[in-house]
């Protein structure tokens, strides 16, 4: 089940989705500058996301991206949050 606090990380990756190429990376730094959290808790929201396969990690461990599992979760999400019609 993901939680709120992983609902905010997808939710801000999922918007440097590129359907037509690689997915773009976010550094960590501005990661945890856009969310409404203390960094220390972003970073450890990120490994796990990072330990369930729905977020990858450059080469360094200092930029974050979605992989498509998480991508695909991120849409999921994106759908409950719609009010019904």
């Known amino acids: 089940m993901i939680n709120e606090k992983e ?13 037509s190429g690689p997915p773009e990376i976010m550094d960590l730094f501005d990661l945890t500058g856009a969310l ?3 960094p220390a808790q972003t970073l450890i929201t990120v490994r796990g996301l990072y330990a369930e396969g729905l977020v990858g990690l450059n ?15 991120a849409e999921a999400l994106k759908k409950e949050d719609l009010p019904p019609e």
Not at 59 to 73: H, M, N, R, V
């Open 7 to 19: 609902k905010k990380v997808l939710a801000l990756l999922v918007k440097k989705w590129n359907p």
């Open 36 to 38: 409404p959290m203390a």
């Open 59 to 73: 080469d360094y461990k200092t930029g974050a991206f979605l992989t498509p599992k998480g991508y695909a979760i």
